[in-house]
C-alpha cells in the first residue's frame, strides 16, 4: 500500500460543551492513502458527515472537537497536525491540500455570485500573485475538465441544473489540485444516472490527477463500486474497515451485512433486500457496550457490556482489514 | 415609531429556513411552549407586560388625585403628595399616568385583536386557497401596507370629530393588518405543501378541519408575534395621535399628557416631571413587547437563539470562542477518550474479553 | 424586466387605490364643510373655487359619485389639489412644494443613512455573535421603542438653549432666503442637526436587529461554510458570502417599512417646528384644512411607491435571480 496522506489518531466529535454535549464521533482512526479513493458509509446519525467536517474544522457551533489529531502528509515536507494550525495556516491549508465537495450542491453556491466569482476568489486568496486573465483561465479550464462549457462562466447558480452545479462543485475543489477531495454524499439530490457520470468522471479526473478521495455516502452500493477501501460508522465508531471487494464479498460485522443488504446493486449478483430493524441509536442515549447489540442479530453475551475495539481479525483475509464486533475477536489493534 | 423589524425577515420566504413552524407532534410543542416561558427574554417581557395590564384595571382605583382636578401646586416637582409633579393647573402628573394606562393598554390591544383577526382570516385564506382569490387578497395587503398608515390615521380620525377610543383603536385596526396577513400568508404557503397537510387535502377531510387543526395551530407563533407588533403599533398611534391632539382630550392616555406638556411649555419651563415620566412608561412598554416579540422569534426560529456559552476552554486552559468556519479543539492529543488501557490481547479459545466499561463524557 | 413591469403595474395599482381612498375619505365628514367655509371667508372666495371644493368634497348637489369622481382626476391631472384653508387663498400644491424639499432631505437622507448604518452595525453584530456587539442590543431595543417624538423632545430639553450650538427649532436661521448659498445651506444644516439625529438614533436599532438576525440565519447557510472551506479571508466570508446574501430581505424590508417610518419622522418635523410635509400635515390638522391634508397624504403615498420602486431597482440589481434568465 502507498504512503498515507492523512492519518487520523483517535478523533473525537461532539456537540455542545458539559452535561448537554453529546459525542458523534468516538475516537476514531483512519488513515487515507495516496490517490486512493476511501469510502465512508454509515446510516445518517452515525457521525461521517461530522467526521469530515471536524477533521477540518469546519463543523458550525456548537460542534466541538475534543480530542485527536489529524497528521497531514504535504506532498513535500514534514507532516503536521491539521487540528493544531492557527487560523490563519488553516486557512492557507483549506482546499490548497483538502478540499471539499459538499452535500446538496443546491446550496452550495453562493446565490448572489457568478460562477466564475466563485472559482477566481479561491485563486485570489491563495494565489495573490495571480492575474486576473490567467485566473479567469484557469476557471475556465476547470470547468473544462469537469464537461462544463466556457460560457457557462458568467451564469449563476439558478441558472445551472442540479447536475451541472454539482460539477462546478467539484471542479472547484480541483483548481487548486489538492491533495485530498473530501465528498459529503455529493451525489444524492442527483438522480441515479447523474449519480454515476459524475462518480465515474470524478475517478477518471483522479487517476490523471493523483488526488486521494474520502467518499462520504448511505449508499453503500455506490462505494462498493467507486472507491478502494471502506469504513463503516456506527454510533460514532468505525466497526469495520477493509478493501471495497472483501466488504461486498464477506463483509464481518453484522451491521455492514445489514446496510449491504439494504441496497440493490446495480453490478453484480441479484441479492434480497433485508434491510436493518429498529433505527440508528440517539447519540444522548448510546447503548453500553457495542452500539449496535440493541439492533443486531447476532448479538451475545459481551456485546452489551464492553466496548469492542477496532483490530484485525483472526480469521481470513486479516491482514488487510479491521473490525470492531465481538464475533471476531482481535489480535491486533490498530490505531 | 417604530417598524416591527422582527417580522422582516419572515416576509421573504424562501430564503433559508427561518421562521418555519416547527410540524412536531402535540407532546413536543407542549414541551416546547413549557420552553418559551423559560427563555428570559420572554419572561421579562410577559412579567412587564403583566405589571402594564394590572394597572390599567386597577390604576384608577389607585391613583391618588382625580387626573383632571385643578390644586394648588402649580408646575411643582416631585414631591411626597405629588410623586411626578404636578402640571401647569396643578394636576398630579402621576394620577394621569395611571389613569391613563388604561385608555392605552385598551386601545393597543383592541385594535391588536382586529387586526390580528383581519391578517388571519385574509392571509390564511388567500395562502390556503390559492389562484385569484390569493391574487386579489395578496394585491389587497400590499396597497395597505405601502399606503403609510400613520397619516391615513391621523387623517381619518380628525375628519371623525372627537374620536373616542373605540373609534382610534378600530381605525389603527382596520389600517395596520397587512403586515401580518403577508407572514401569515408565505407560512400557510409552505405549510400547505407540507405531506401531513397534502395528505389531510388529498383524503377528502374538510378545509376548515384543515385550517383549524392541521394549520393554525402551526401558526400559532407567528400570529402572536404579529399581534405583539401590532399592539406596538397601535399603542404609539394612539399615544401621536393624542400628543398632536386630534383625538378626543376629555379620555387620559399617556398621549395626552404630553400633548398639554407641549402645549404648555413644559420644556422651555423646564418641567421635565411632566414629560419624562409618559415617554419611559412608552419605551418601557415597548420594549416589554419587543423583547416578547424577539422570543417567538427565537422560539420559532433557533438559530437566532443566543449560542448559550459562545467561549470555552481548552484542555491546556487557552480560551477559544465558537464560531462558524473554525471549529474549536478542546485538545491534540492523540490518545483515544473513551478508554485509556489495557489493549485488548484476545484469546482465539474463547476466553472472556477484556472488560471496558465507557465512561460517560 | 418582467418583474419591474409587474412592480410598477402594482404601483400604480396601488397609486389609483389611495387617490380613491383620497376621493372617498372627505366624503365621510358630517355636515357641510364648504358651507361652512363660505361662511368662514365671506366673499373671499370666487365662484369657480367654491365649485372645486363642492367637487373636492363630494357634496355636489347635482352630481352623481361617478362624475364627480371622473371630475376629481380631471383636477389632480391638472395638478389642482384644491385650495389651502390654512393659506387661503395659496393653492395646496404650492404649500406642498414648498415644503416637500425639506422632508426630502431630513427625512431621506436620515432613513436612507440610518439604513446604512444600521445594516453595517447588524453585519457586525451578526458576524461577531456573542462578543461586545451583543450588548448594543438591549439598548437599541430600548431606543427603538421609544416614540421619535418624544425622544426629540428630550433632545430640545437636553441639548438646546440660548448658548447651544443647536437650534431648538426650524428650518433655518430666521430672515434667511432659501438658496444655495452660503448663508442659507450651513444655517438650514446646522437646524437639521438635531432632528437628523433623533430619527437615527431611533430608527437605527431596527435595522440593527433585523440585519443582524439575518446573518444569524445566513451564516448557517452551506455557502458560507463552503466559504470556510475555501479559505477565503474573513472579510471575503463576512461582507461577500454571508452580509451580500443577509442584504437581500433586508432591503425589501426597507422598501415594506418605509411607510411606516415616513410616519414617525412627522412627528420629528412636528416637535422641531420643522418646515416640512410633516410640520405643514400638523397645521394642517389645526386649522381643519382639508384639502391640504388630503394633498399631503396624496403626495406621501406617491413618494413611497416611488421610493418603493426605487428600493425594487436596488433590489433587482442585488440578486440575480429576480434578473432575466439568461
Redesign the interface.
Given at each position: 500500500m502507498s504512503a498515507p496522506v492523512l492519518e487520523i489518531?483517535?478523533l473525537?466529535?461532539?456537540y455542545g460543551?458539559g452535561d448537554q454535549?453529546?459525542?458523534a464521533v468516538?475516537?476514531v482512526n483512519l488513515t487515507l492513502h495516496r490517490g486512493e479513493v476511501l469510502g465512508l458509509a454509515g446510516e445518517s446519525g452515525s457521525g461521517k458527515s461530522t467526521l469530515a467536517?471536524?477533521l477540518?474544522?469546519?463543523?458550525?457551533?456548537?460542534?466541538?472537537?475534543?480530542?485527536?489529531?489529524v497528521i497531514y502528509h504535504p506532498a513535500e515536507g514534514e507532516p503536521y497536525?491539521v487540528?493544531?494550525l492557527s487560523?490563519e495556516r488553516?486557512?492557507?491549508?483549506?482546499?490548497?491540500e483538502t478540499?471539499?465537495v459538499?452535500?446538496?450542491a443546491m446550496?452550495?453556491?453562493?446565490?448572489?455570485?457568478?460562477i466564475s466569482v466563485q472559482l477566481t476568489?479561491?485563486l485570489r486568496?491563495?494565489e495573490p500573485k495571480m492575474s486576473e486573465t490567467s485566473r479567469l483561465a484557469r476557471a475556465r479550464e476547470m470547468l473544462k475538465l469537469v464537461g462544463i462549457a466556457a460560457d457557462r462562466m458568467?451564469?449563476?447558480p439558478?441558472?445551472l441544473s442540479g447536475g451541472m452545479r454539482q460539477r462546478v462543485?467539484i471542479g472547484?475543489a480541483l483548481i487548486l489540485q489538492p491533495q485530498v477531495v473530501i465528498m459529503d454524499e455529493p451525489t444524492t439530490a442527483l438522480d441515479v444516472v447523474m449519480q454515476r457520470q459524475i462518480l465515474g468522471q470524478l475517478i477518471e479526473l483522479r487517476e490523471r490527477l493523483g488526488f486521494s478521495v474520502i467518499f462520504i455516502t448511505h449508499d453503500l452500493s455506490l462505494l462498493v463500486e467507486f472507491s478502494d477501501r471502506i469504513a463503516i460508522m456506527y454510533g460514532g465508531r468505525i466497526v469495520e474497515e477493509a478493501p471495497a471487494a472483501a466488504i461486498y464479498r464477506d463483509a464481518l460485522h453484522p451491521y455492514s451485512k445489514g446496510l449491504l443488504g439494504s441496497f440493490p446493486a446495480l453490478r453484480g449478483p441479484r441479492r434480497e433486500l433485508t434491510g436493518i430493524p429498529g433505527s440508528p441509536p440517539d447519540l444522548k442515549g448510546?447503548p453500553?457496550g457495542c452500539s449496535f447489540h440493541p439492533r443486531c442479530p447476532k448479538a451475545f453475551d459481551?456485546c452489551a457490556?464492553?466496548?469492542?475495539?477496532l483490530?484485525r481479525p483472526?480469521t481470513g483475509d486479516g491482514r488487510t482489514r479491521s473490525v470492531a464486533c465481538?464475533l471476531h475477536?482481535?489480535?491486533e489493534?490498530v490505531? | 415609531m417604530t417598524i416591527p423589524t422582527s417580522s422582516i425577515e419572515q416576509v421573504i420566504p424562501g430564503q433559508g429556513s427561518m421562521a418555519q413552524p416547527e410540524a412536531g407532534k402535540p407532546a413536543k410543542a407542549k414541551r416546547q411552549r413549557f420552553l418559551f416561558l423559560s427563555n428570559r427574554k420572554a419572561a421579562a417581557g410577559l412579567i412587564i407586560l403583566g405589571i402594564y395590564i394590572v394597572l390599567a384595571i386597577i390604576g384608577p382605583w389607585i391613583a391618588p388625585f382625580d387626573p383632571g382636578a385643578r390644586g394648588e401646586d402649580l408646575m411643582q416637582g416631585p414631591s411626597s403628595e405629588h410623586w411626578m409633579g404636578t402640571t401647569h393647573l396643578g394636576q398630579d402628573v402621576y394620577s394621569q399616568l395611571l389613569v391613563g394606562t388604561r385608555s392605552v393598554i385598551f386601545v393597543g390591544f383592541l385594535a391588536g385583536i382586529v387586526a390580528t383577526l383581519l391578517s388571519v382570516i385574509i392571509g390564511v385564506t388567500a395562502g390556503y386557497v390559492g389562484g385569484k382569490t390569493d391574487e386579489v387578497l395578496s394585491a389587497l395587503s400590499n396597497v395597505f401596507l405601502v399606503i403609510p398608515a400613520l397619516p391615513l390615521i391621523i387623517i381619518v380620525t380628525s375628519i371623525m370629530e372627537n374620536a373616542g377610543e373605540w373609534v382610534v383603536a378600530l381605525v389603527i385596526g382596520f389600517t395596520s393588518w397587512s403586515w401580518n396577513a403577508r407572514v401569515l400568508r408565505a407560512q400557510t404557503l409552505s405549510l400547505r405543501r407540507r405531506d401531513y397537510v397534502e395528505a389531510a387535502r388529498a383524503t377528502g377531510e374538510r378545509s376548515g378541519r384543515i385550517i383549524t387543526f392541521e394549520l393554525l395551530p402551526n401558526l400559532t407563533a407567528v400570529i402572536a408575534s404579529g399581534f405583539v407588533g401590532t399592539v406596538i403599533f397601535a399603542v404609539l398611534s394612539e399615544i401621536t395621535l393624542a400628543f398632536i391632539g386630534i383625538t378626543s382630550s376629555n379620555t387620559w392616555n399617556w398621549g395626552t399628557i404630553l400633548f398639554w406638556a407641549q402645549g404648555q411649555q413644559a420644556l422651555a419651563r423646564s418641567a421635565w416631571w411632566w414629560f419624562v415620566p409618559a415617554g419611559l412608561a412608552i419605551a418601557i412598554l415597548g420594549t416589554a413587547l419587543s423583547l416578547i416579540n424577539f422570543a417567538i422569534d427565537e422560539f420559532v426560529s433557533p438559530r437566532l437563539r443566543s449560542a448559550g456559552k459562545t467561549k470555552i476552554k481548552t484542555n491546556s486552559g487557552r480560551t477559544v470562542r465558537m464560531r462558524i468556519g473554525f471549529t474549536p479543539v478542546l485538545s491534540n492529543s492523540p490518545e483515544p477518550i473513551t478508554h485509556a488501557s489495557p489493549i485488548p490481547v484476545v484469546d482465539h479459545n474463547g476466553a472472556t474479553p477484556v472488560v471496558r466499561k465507557e465512561h460517560a463524557s | 424586466m418582467r418583474f419591474f413591469l409587474q412592480r410598477v403595474a402594482f404601483y400604480l395599482f396601488t397609486a389609483w387605490a389611495a387617490i380613491t381612498l383620497n376621493f372617498f375619505i372627505p366624503r365621510l365628514i358630517p355636515g357641510d364643510p364648504v358651507q361652512a367655509l363660505i361662511t368662514k371667508y365671506q366673499g373671499q372666495l370666487s365662484t369657480k373655487a367654491i365649485e372645486s371644493l363642492y367637487v373636492l368634497f363630494g357634496i355636489d348637489k347635482n352630481g352623481n359619485v361617478w362624475s364627480e369622481y371622473v371630475e376629481y382626476w380631471k383636477q389632480l391631472f391638472a395638478g389642482d389639489l384644491g385650495l389651502s384653508f390654512a393659506f387661503f387663498p395659496t393653492p395646496v400644491s404650492e404649500v406642498l412644494s414648498d415644503s416637500i424639499l425639506w422632508t426630502l432631505m431630513l427625512v431621506g437622507v436620515t432613513t436612507i443613512l440610518s439604513f446604512v448604518i444600521g445594516t453595517g452595525l447588524g453585519v457586525l453584530a451578526g458576524w461577531r455573535r456573542g462578543s461586545w456587539t451583543d450588548g448594543l442590543l438591549p439598548v437599541t431595543t430600548f431606543f427603538s421603542s421609544v416614540p421619535y417624538f418624544w425622544l426629540g423632545i428630550i433632545a430640545i430639553y437636553l441639548l438646546t438653549g440660548p448658548d447651544s450650538f443647536f437650534p431648538s427649532g426650524g428650518g433655518a436661521e430666521v430672515g434667511l432666503v432659501p438658496a444655495f448659498d452660503m448663508y442659507f445651506i450651513p444655517s438650514a444644516i446646522q437646524h437639521s442637526l438635531l432632528p437628523a439625529l433623533t430619527i437615527l438614533i431611533s430608527s437605527v436599532s431596527g435595522w440593527i436587529l433585523s440585519m443582524r438576525n439575518m446573518m444569524v440565519t445566513v451564516s448557517s447557510e452551506d455557502y458560507i461554510t463552503v466559504a470556510h472551506a475555501k479559505g477565503l479571508p474573513e472579510r471575503r466570508v463576512a461582507l461577500g458570502y454571508a452580509a451580500r446574501n443577509a442584504l437581500l430581505p433586508n432591503v425589501s424590508g426597507f422598501a415594506l417599512s418605509l411607510g411606516f417610518i415616513v410616519g414617525g419622522t412627522f412627528l420629528v418635523e412636528i416637535v422641531f417646528s420643522y418646515p416640512g410635509i410633516g410640520f405643514q400635515l400638523f397645521q394642517a390638522l389645526g386649522a381643519n384644512d382639508y384639502p391640504l391634508m388630503q394633498g399631503i397624504f396624496l403626495i406621501i403615498t406617491i413618494s413611497v411607491l416611488v421610493a418603493n420602486l426605487l428600493a425594487d431597482v436596488v433590489y433587482l440589481f442585488l440578486d440575480p435571480r429576480t434578473r432575466k434568465e439568461g
Open positions: 489518531k483517535n473525537n466529535v461532539g460543551l454535549g453529546v459525542r468516538r475516537d467536517y471536524g477540518t474544522r469546519l463543523l458550525a457551533p456548537p460542534g466541538v472537537v475534543t480530542g485527536g489529531q497536525d487540528l493544531g487560523d488553516l486557512r492557507k491549508f483549506r482546499w490548497a478540499a471539499i459538499f452535500q446538496g446550496n452550495s453556491l453562493n446565490p448572489v455570485h457568478k476568489d479561491v486568496a491563495h458568467d451564469a449563476y439558478h441558472q462543485m472547484m448510546m453500553s459481551p457490556g464492553n466496548i469492542p475495539v483490530g483472526g465481538w475477536p482481535t489480535e489493534p490505531g | - | -
